[in-house]
């Protein structure tokens, strides 16, 4: 599914569109609801993107907007249309929480993805096997974590998109790379893909190394989307240790997190140094006949 088919895309684009036209129209909220018969609140959730909105209820408010353009009204009720299509991840909707399937849909709709890690390594940089053994470290079952695998590879197709890639950005501290998730052999083949995706022209990895001391970064994990179609549109992914936190709507925080990515940027060090720090790493793990020889025993 490209980006522009992308049903979250859609959604955050229609209802950017009905603000600006609402705003356009110098329409008070209130105004309209009244007007429409409609509670503040609906309207408001429609123009947050919290919930769809129906052709007819879409047709009315345009109307009242005054658009009457045949062929305007006619790509809007498109795009609602296009909004309400199914996705990848909708077929998980019995398995995970609606937070985590919007989660989803915003990685995957996003034309910008600025992701910082000082624990683990994104989900979208994971090999199947270092995905794995960090899911067995909870209290999943053998079928959650087969399941959970699936869609953390799943995700990983946007690494491939073949129209209009989107740019991702990531930093993890130093420490990452070097924990040994699921022993050396599954790390190195880890580390050899972060190389391998650090060529791509649309990714870059950087690394917070020990040596810059204390710094921002260690305050937590977070990841911030941005979406197309409207400037400085973001949504905000704050992560801890017992939940995650989704911030959809408060541009305010979400410039903070921006502004808190590009300090990071300064101070890690640059993308074209990640091999060299990669190959240092590798250069510490036991060989791969080493390696062998422990697990035949």
Do not use: C
Not at 103 to 123: C, D, H, M
């Amino acid at each position: 599914m490209s980006q522009g088919a992308n049903p979250v895309v859609q959604q955050r684009r229609l209802r950017s569109e009905l603000r600006q036209i609402r705003e356009d129209a110098g329409l008070f909220q209130k105004d309209v609801a009244d007007a429409l018969e409609w509670s503040v609140s609906k309207l408001i959730r429609i123009e947050t993107g919290a919930v769809g909105i129906s052709k007819t209820d879409l047709i009315a408010l345009l109307h009242h907007y005054g658009v009457t353009d045949q062929k305007r009204v006619d790509e809007l009720v498109e795009v609602s249309r296009s909004s309400r299509q199914t996705a990848w991840w909708d077929k998980y909707r019995d398995r995970y929480p609606q937070q985590f399937l919007t989660f989803l849909g915003y990685e995957a709709s996003a034309k910008v993805l600025r992701q910082f890690q000082v624990l683990t390594l994104p989900g979208l940089l994971q090999t199947r096997d270092y995905a794995r053994a960090i899911m067995q470290t909870g209290k999943n079952t053998a079928e959650q974590i087969s399941v959970g695998v699936d869609v953390r590879l799943e995700r990983q197709r946007l690494l491939d998109q073949p129209e209009n890639p989107p740019k991702l950005f990531f930093i993890v501290d130093e420490a990452v790379l070097r924990r040994q998730v699921g022993g050396p052999k599954v790390m190195r083949e880890q580390l050899l893909r972060l190389k391998e995706l650090n060529r791509k022209p649309n990714i870059s990895i950087q690394i917070a190394r020990f040596e810059i001391g204390a710094y921002i970064g260690m305050r937590g994990a977070f990841t911030v989307f941005e979406f197309p179609y409207e400037d400085e549109d973001y949504a905000v992914l704050l992560e801890y240790a017992h939940r995650d936190v989704l911030v959809p709507n408060d541009p305010e925080q979400a410039a903070d997190f921006v502004e808190t990515f590009y300090e990071l940027e300064d101070v890690a060090s640059p993308a074209t140094e990640t091999d060299k720090i990669i190959d240092e790493i590798l250069a510490t793990f036991p060989s791969e006949a080493t390696e062998e020889v422990s697990a035949s025993t």
